[in-house]
């Protein structure tokens, strides 16, 4: 399944145009950034970043600021980490015309500038994200294949540059070119795999969620260049709920019949939650058996120190803020037997309850 390239709205035609071509009428040659060997460049990359405000403004709501800044730097950071490249950002001076402002990504080798900083606009402002979740087995692997073909260019071009970089201080001239036996990856389709990956997605949608916080910002435009002259790719603000993304509740982890030692049993009814020992940690956790809460509400079972259940137990998952996953809360489902200790042998007595199958829980009820 071939990846699909970024098309834009031109700003100044009106027409549908790819961002490779976008960027080469802007004057942008897109080979030089990509082939940063044979360009004379510094160890860092330029990046731009221009929030346009309502009514000509040059001021914006600085937590709004702040929030989305570091969702950016975030992101920035883990790109380079997915793509083995570490990064330091640093920031110039901000400008006005709306509120622009200056990043800088500086890098350990130079022939990594280019691949990064062609497809950072096209991350940004591309229309598209792929959940990883609901892709086919087959697009997944797709997707972590092109990601190793991304990454396996790029340190074919760091070994081509320090080829290059020692024959000149020997004073040899190599005219032998290797030879490409298939084109290198666009900008457009790194990008595409980047969104792929679930903290990349996260970053940049926790970034647009921040912009629409304020609402004098009226779109935000990025550009691989500080130069006034580089046409930016512009996303207006009717598009930024586009970019955001629910967060995702993961599918349970489930436990069945394990033992779940009893540290504050719940002996009357309400929502209070139970606490008990869960791999050597005490946990809150909701007792979803209504069977076993009624027994225990009749007090037909008595709890003592050291009481276990013998139940299928459920930890709930979700996404965090960086795309990572937390834990959003344990549940017991259905009670199977109560052992308690016997005097100060702690012999266990087994109480095998007769209970009926109990309801299924009800939605969001954890």
Same mark, same amino acid.
């Given at each position: 399944?071939?990846?699909?390239?970024?098309?834009l709205?031109?700003?100044?035609?009106?027409c549908?145009?790819e961002?490779?071509?976008?960027?080469?009428?802007?004057?942008?040659?897109?080979?030089?950034?990509?082939?940063?060997?044979?360009?004379?460049?510094?160890?860092?990359?330029?990046?731009?970043?221009?929030?346009?405000?309502?009514?000509?403004?040059?001021?914006?709501?600085?937590?709004?600021?702040?929030?989305?800044?570091?969702?950016?730097?975030?992101?920035?950071?883990e790109v380079?980490?997915?793509?083995?490249?570490?990064?330091?950002?640093r920031?110039?001076?901000?400008?006005?015309?709306?509120?622009?402002?200056?990043?800088?990504?500086?890098?350990?080798?130079?022939?990594?500038?280019?691949t990064v900083?062609?497809?950072?606009?096209?991350?940004?402002?591309a229309?598209?994200?792929?959940?990883?979740?609901?892709?086919?087995?087959?697009?997944?692997?797709?997707?972590?294949?092109?990601?190793?073909?991304i990454?396996?260019?790029?340190?074919e071009?760091?070994?081509?540059?320090?080829?290059?970089?020692?024959?000149?201080?020997?004073?040899?001239?190599?005219?032998?070119?290797?030879?490409?036996? =298939?084109?290198?990856?666009t900008?457009? %389709? /790194? &990008?595409?795999?980047?969104? !792929? *990956?679930?903290?990349?997605? $996260?970053?940049?949608?926790?970034?647009?969620?921040?912009?629409?916080?304020?609402?004098?910002?009226?779109?935000?435009?990025?550009?691989?260049?500080?130069?006034?002259?580089?046409?930016?790719l512009?996303?207006?603000?009717?598009?930024?709920?586009?970019y955001?993304?629910?967060?995702?509740?993961?599918?349970?982890?489930?436990?069945?019949?394990?033992?779940?030692e009893?540290?504050?049993?719940?002996?009357?009814?309400?929502?209070?939650?139970?606490?008990?020992?869960?791999?050597?940690?005490?946990?809150?956790?909701?007792?979803?058996?209504?069977?076993?809460?009624?027994?225990?509400?009749?007090?037909k079972?008595?709890?003592?120190?050291?009481?276990?259940?013998?139940?299928?137990?459920?930890?709930?998952?979700? =996404?965090?803020?960086?795309?990572?996953? %937390? /834990? &959003?809360?344990?549940?017991? !489902? *259905?009670?199977?037997?109560? $052992?308690?200790?016997?005097g100060?042998?702690?012999?266990?007595?087994?109480?095998?309850?007769?209970?009926?199958?109990?309801?299924?829980?009800?939605?969001?009820?954890?």
């Amino acid at each position: 399944m071939p990846l699909r390239p970024v098309r834009l709205i031109c700003p100044l035609t009106g027409c549908l145009v790819e961002w490779g071509d976008f960027l080469s009428q802007q004057g942008v040659n897109v080979a030089k950034i990509i082939n940063t060997g044979n360009a004379s460049v510094s160890e860092s990359g330029e990046f731009k970043v221009h929030y346009h405000l309502n009514g000509g403004e040059h001021q914006m709501d600085a937590v709004v600021r702040n929030r989305a800044e570091g969702e950016l730097l975030a992101l920035l950071k883990e790109v380079g980490v997915v793509l083995g490249l570490p990064v330091h950002l640093r920031t110039q001076a901000y400008s006005e015309g709306g509120l622009v402002e200056y990043l800088n990504l500086v890098f350990q080798n130079k022939d990594q500038i280019g691949t990064v900083m062609a497809l950072l606009s096209p991350l940004l402002g591309a229309p598209f994200y792929i959940d990883k979740i609901k892709q086919s087995k087959q697009q997944t692997a797709l997707n972590e294949l092109n990601l190793q073909k991304i990454k396996l260019e790029i340190k074919e071009k760091e070994a081509a540059a320090a080829v290059l970089e020692a024959e000149k201080v020997k004073g040899v001239e190599n005219k032998n070119k290797a030879l490409e036996l =298939e084109p290198p990856p666009t900008p457009d %389709e /790194i &990008a595409q795999v980047l969104l !792929t *990956r679930k903290k990349v997605a $996260r970053r940049r949608s926790n970034y647009y969620e921040a912009l629409l916080g304020d609402s004098k910002i009226d779109a935000v435009g990025f550009a691989p260049s500080h130069a006034k002259s580089v046409m930016e790719l512009r996303v207006p603000r009717e598009r930024f709920s586009a970019y955001v993304i629910a967060k995702s509740d993961l599918e349970p982890l489930v436990y069945d019949r394990i033992s779940l030692e009893i540290v504050s049993p719940v002996l009357r009814s309400g929502a209070i939650k139970w606490r008990g020992i869960f791999e050597k940690k005490i946990v809150s956790f909701e007792l979803l058996d209504q069977a076993f809460r009624g027994e225990v509400a009749s007090q037909k079972v008595q709890f003592q120190n050291g009481t276990t259940l013998i139940c299928d137990f459920e930890v709930y998952q979700r =996404e965090d803020d960086a795309g990572d996953v %937390e /834990i &959003a809360g344990y549940a017991v !489902t *259905r009670v199977h037997e109560v $052992r308690t200790p016997q005097g100060g042998q702690r012999r266990e007595e087994q109480l095998t309850l007769h209970l009926q199958d109990p309801p299924p829980p009800e939605e969001g009820s954890w």
